[in-house]
């Protein structure tokens, strides 16, 4: 498994992260071990939850099934902002991200946090209460690196402005939805993060399964699948999405490849990403994520996916 360094200083990352969201939630911990195991395994090390991820039960039962292997693996997490409705006062953020920080050291059962993500910005609070407050953390030992997420391009730009002015920790990377089929990032998004020397960690990578082929345009849904289960996600289902698919599809059949190692191996091919997340429920699924990001593709490659997005 190849490893890239996620933005300028942060740690290095194997191409292809195991995201939590299942741990907790569809796994139990006995099936959560075996998923992890399998994961480091096949080289992967970089191992993304956060805190409202089976009301932190997926960073329980994360830190478990690492056990003594905790030094193999880069643990990611993510804090809440403040609740909805609650006030805001002076201080209010920061007391929440060091009780965030926390509660997920000890869900975690370590003594650092790798990398500290910002889950969404807080609407109300200065941008200097978070940047001052992470850094507090850095500083503590409690946290190694600080990233952002669901952010737009000017939240990433100030915040790293805060950070730099006052000497402090700046964002390493930042966490987007980014796939085949969702590009709208590409337009400020990335280009902002690039500016930033920041890595990209993508996530749905494969559009909520639409991008493994699964699914087919007029056919239910497979019973237990995530858009026959979360109608959230079923809004990707769009004939023009479909027809989408089936242009990618061929576009990988051409090459000998499947669906799924083009829609790694394109998100890594682009300037910036880091390393791509992706869940995973059984270790087949993870072995079959870690050899999907073997294909490098070349400049023909890209230029066969633009033909057919574009058609």
Known sequence: MRTRALGAGGPEL?????????????????????VVAAALDEGITHFDTAEMYGGGKSEEFLGAALGARRDQAVIATKYLPRPDGEEFAPGALARRIREAAEGSLRRLG????DVYYQHYPDAEAPVEEVVETLDELVRAGKVLHVATSNVDAAQIVDQNAAARSRGLATFT??????????????ESIVPAARAESMGVVPYFPLASGLLTGKYA???????????ATMPYFAAVATDANFAAVERLAKVAADRGRDLVSLAFGWLLAQDGVTSVIAGATMPAQVAANA????????????????AALAS
């Open 14 to 34: 194997s191409v292809v992260g195991l995201g939590g969201n299942n741990f907790g939630m569809k796994l139990d911990a006995e099936q959560t071990r075996e």
């Open 173 to 186: 990377g930042v966490q987007i939805e980014w796939n085949l089929l969702a590009r709208a990032v590409e």
């Open 217 to 227: 345009a007029g056919r239910p849904f497979p019973d237990g699948s995530r858009l």
């Open 291 to 306: 050899a999907a990001a073997a294909w490098q593709l070349d400049a023909d490659d890209l230029a066969a996916v633009e």
């Open 110 to 113: 370590t003594d650092r946090i």
